[in-house]
């Protein structure tokens, strides 16, 4: 081959790996500009990972703004349970609860998680 093809095939080898590495970087892949079935899927992965006693905005930054939300205030505790979509049940263009994963806070802390949290909440 001619040495300015190898060249020039190098350079431009080169300028894709920075453009790749840019676009990754620079433009994060957030939970609102997703897909239903791409956010259904980074929400289950996200969930998983979950610790008790996290506080509401570290959800919000991870996990973005819930598919639905309850709140209340009993005494001196607020309580909030904030649904993210996790499994698809109906083709309707409607999020359900039955689509969602609840998350239970009390005073914006993170306490329970999953099928009994909303119980909780019911039960609080």
Not at 16 to 30: R, T, W
Not at 35 to 60: M, P
Request: aromatic fraction near 10%; include cysteine; charged fraction near 25%.
């Amino acid at each position: 081959m001619n040495k300015k093809i190898v060249n020039r095939i190098v350079i431009g080898v080169f300028l894709y790996g920075i453009f790749v590495v840019a676009v990754i970087n620079l433009y994060p892949d957030k939970p609102e500009n997703m897909g239903w079935e791409d956010r259904e899927e980074y929400n289950k992965v996200q969930i998983s990972k979950l610790e008790l006693g996290l506080q509401k905005q570290a959800i919000l930054d991870l996990l973005g703004s819930p598919d639905i939300t309850e709140a209340k205030r009993n005494s001196n505790k607020e309580l909030q349970v904030m649904f993210y979509r996790t499994q698809h049940m109906q083709a309707d263009g409607v999020t359900t609860q039955d689509e969602c994963t609840p998350l239970l806070f009390e005073n914006n802390e993170l306490i329970a998680w999953g099928d009994n949290a909303y119980q909780s909440f019911i039960d609080k």
